[in-house]
């Protein structure tokens, strides 16, 4: 299961870029023939490995990994389609709209509140409306949810001004501060982490077996493309690494385009703000996930000083985070926290004390 349910947050982390492998060394014609037939006989063993290993999937069965696709402008799910997903022992069931947004309702209520962002808001681990961190505060709707693993705050903000013509006057939008501080670099590029073109989608969902296929041949062909995943203390040194006036300035730019847009569009904004999953660190042998204070005072300052209200973002949201949280808390591929360990408080409750 090489590119299992794990493939979920492929890559979400930052803008890491795959190594690279150059020859300076000049070679003879025979020295030639046998690194070609050598290259050739190990990417024939790799290929023949994938097809032996692929299980037997069909439309009918669940999936072992989360199908999304990029158009050129914004990351989505398959449209208007039903699947499920396999992690591990858990079961998750996905239907979809005419757009890619996944439908998630009970029949209580007859209004959608539309959502935009990444895989955080998306319910990796949910399978019933209430089970939401959303739905604690909109109880009384049902959700379209827009979003899809490596769909970036921009990539957002594109499918809103592609689709306006669906948009209703108040809408959701989620920034998960784990990953997307990183997409708002100029040298973000998301064919670096997204194997599917969306025109893909449907073919994959009859013959999943050729999704690996797709991802190797990006591995091949592109250099650039990645599956690294970083883990908490990786992604917790790149960020005190990284320069800081550079990502507030990337958050100011943002916002400032967020609420233009909001404006141009006549929209109504509540945002919500995620705190990232690496502000915590992992004490494996109790199994916990303890907050590191100085770490989250740095991320909370540059959340409270680059998102402000406006008239047209009215509403802005932030995640409390507890000082401590159990492994189990994190979803399945280890980057996400759980949607029941989510509590959100207004920015004036969290910003108050930084």
């Known amino acids: 299961m090489f590119f299992a ?6 890559a979400e982390e930052n803008s890491a870029a795959a190594n690279s492998f150059k020859t300076k060394q000049h070679l003879s014609g025979s020295n030639f023939l046998r690194l070609l037939f050598g290259i050739k006989n190990i990417l024939l063993s790799i290929l023949f490995c994938f097809i032996l290993f692929i299980p037997k999937t069909n439309a009918k069965s669940c999936l072992s990994f989360l199908p999304y696709g990029f158009n050129d402008f914004y990351v989505h799910l398959p449209k208007k389609a039903s699947f499920c997903i396999r992690q591990g022992k858990l079961l998750s069931n996905y239907e979809t709209d005419s757009y890619g947004g996944r439908l998630i309702y009970n029949n209580e ?5 539309q959502v935009f962002g990444d ?17 604690d505060i909109y109880k009384k709707n049902n959700f379209i949810i827009y979003a899809a693993p490596n769909n970036g705050p921009y990539e957002v903000i594109n499918f809103l001004n592609k689709n306006k013509i669906i948009l209703k006057k108040k809408i959701i939008v989620t920034f998960n501060f784990s990953n997307d501080i990183y997409r708002l670099s100029n040298d973000w590029d998301v064919k670096n982490f997204v194997a599917l073109r969306d025109y893909e ?3 994959i969902l009859q013959y999943p077996f050729k999704y690996r296929l797709i991802v190797f041949k990006n591995l091949l062909l592109n250099k650039n493309f990645t599956l690294i995943r970083y883990d908490n203390k990786k992604m917790q040194s790149l960020f005190l690494h990284s320069n800081q006036k550079k990502i507030y300035n990337n ?21 919500i703000v995620t705190h990232p999953y690496w502000v ?30 406006t008239n047209n973002i009215n509403k802005i949201l932030i995640t409390e985070v507890p000082d401590e949280l159990s492994t189990k808390d994190l979803t399945f591929d280890k980057k996400h926290l759980k949607s029941n360990k989510i509590k959100l408080k207004t920015l004036g409750k969290i910003c108050e004390k930084v």
């Not at 958050?251 to 945002?271: M, P, R």
């Not at 915590?280 to 402000?308: A, G, H, P, W």
């Open 109 to 113: 209520s007859n209004y959608y509140l």
């Open 201 to 203: 989608l449907d073919e």
């Open 280 to 309: 915590y660190s992992i004490n494996k042998k109790k199994n916990k996930l303890l907050l590191q204070r100085d770490l989250n005072k740095k991320v909370e300052k540059l959340i409270c000083n680059t998102f402000k209200k």
């Open 119 to 135: 895989s955080q808001v998306l319910g990796l681990d949910i399978q019933k409306i209430e089970e939401h961190y959303l739905h």
């Open 5 to 10: 349910a794990n493939n979920i947050s492929i």
């Open 251 to 271: 958050l100011l730019k943002y916002f400032e385009e967020l609420n233009q847009t909001a404006e141009k569009l006549d929209v109504e904004i509540e945002l």
